[in-house]
């Protein structure tokens, strides 16, 4: 049991830090970069996510 309670803090604390690094640094980004940042951010999604699989399996059908 006290593997698993191991297990489950570190995979919250993995997460936590997978959600809120990104937040962290895009201010960080922004300053440097500024609006060629911008148009990145505007394009490309923070996670992979299904409307990111999905859109790639789109192009790839479609350059068939």
Same mark, same amino acid.
Do not use: K, N, Q
């Given at each position: ?10 995979? %919250? $604390?993995? /997460?936590?830090?997978?959600?809120? &690094? ?7 980004? *922004? #300053? ?8 990145? %951010? $505007?394009? /490309?999604?923070?996670?992979?996510? &299904? ?7 789109? *192009? #790839?059908?479609?350059?068939?």
């Amino acid at each position: 049991l006290s593997d698993s309670l191991l297990v489950a803090a570190l995979a %919250a $604390a993995h /997460v936590g830090w997978v959600l809120l &690094l990104p937040r962290a640094e895009e201010p960080h980004l *922004r #300053a440097e970069f500024g609006e060629a940042y911008d148009r990145y %951010a $505007a394009r /490309v999604p923070r996670f992979v996510g &299904l409307r990111t699989v999905r859109t790639a399996v789109d *192009r #790839a059908l479609g350059e068939r």
